[in-house]
């Protein structure tokens, strides 16, 4: 009953590495999203896809790319690494249209760029 | 500009006791507001879902209301025990592609 699987849990970078966080979920939902949460805040949308080949920018899209090539898989890309990309970062998954049904999480990739 | 709010950020409480967590939101025009939970280290959990013509969903202990008018929701927890601790976010679902505006969440600490 795997849901949401990111990887990796946990990883420190160096201002400049580039690196990316993987996200896959085996429910065969159409509606993928990528957030990041910083201490004593909210979550905030980074980008999300509404399906295989379809992706749209959320609040905080700079400095991150992605790419959705299956149903499954929805990696995020960290070009160019900066200190203020400290945060843990969060890929969830909705089925159908994706504001009618909750959003499964998964547990997180906390990065530090030092 | 869409803003979700929760206040207090903290909130700790005896055992047994009935409690109420508060949501705001500046847009009125939402399709739904969720109820989330947080645990140390872990991503969230769903645990209720109000769509914008209900005014209130129920599951166990928990009742969530929204008042779309005065930009209002509450999150009611019945009987807390130990176990509810942890941090509970709100968050408006703004278009249908399922953009979600959270809110900053508020740590609930239940003492036995």
């Known amino acids: 009953n795997a849901g949401v699987t990111q990887t990796p849990k946990f990883r420190i970078l160096k201002i400049g590495q580039s690196m990316t966080l993987q996200c896959t979920q085996d429910?065969?939902?159409?509606?993928m999203y990528w957030y990041r949460q910083d201490p004593g805040m909210g979550l905030k949308l980074i980008y999300y896809s509404v399906g295989a080949g379809i992706t749209d920018k959320g609040e905080v899209p700079n400095g991150y790319n992605v790419s959705r090539s299956t149903t499954e898989d929805f990696p995020l890309r960290l070009e160019l690494a900066a200190p203020s990309q400290t945060s843990v970062y969060f890929c969830?998954?909705?089925?159908?249209?994706?504001?009618?049904?909750?959003?499964?999480f998964g547990d997180g990739t906390r990065l530090s760029i030092l | 500009k869409q803003e979700v709010t929760q206040i207090p950020a903290a909130l700790s409480v005896p055992e047994g006791e009935n409690l109420v967590l508060n949501c705001s939101f500046t847009?009125?025009?939402?399709?739904?507001l969720q109820w989330f939970r947080q645990d140390p280290g872990k991503g969230l959990t769903s645990l209720l879902l109000?769509?914008?013509?209900?005014r209130e969903q129920t599951s166990g202990r928990l009742n969530a209301s929204l008042d779309k008018s005065s930009g209002r929701s509450t999150l009611y927890i019945a009987a807390s025990q130990p176990g509810d601790s942890a941090t509970y976010l709100c968050?408006?679902?703004?278009?249908?592609?399922?953009?979600?505006?959270f809110g900053q969440g508020t740590e609930l600490s239940v003492k036995p």
């Open positions: 109000i769509q914008s013509s209900q």
């Open positions: 969830a998954s909705s089925p159908g249209t994706g504001g009618w049904q909750p959003q499964h």
């Open positions: 847009d009125s025009a939402i399709y739904n």
């Open positions: 429910m065969n939902h159409n509606y």
């Open positions: 968050a408006g679902l703004y278009n249908q592609g399922g953009k979600l505006i």
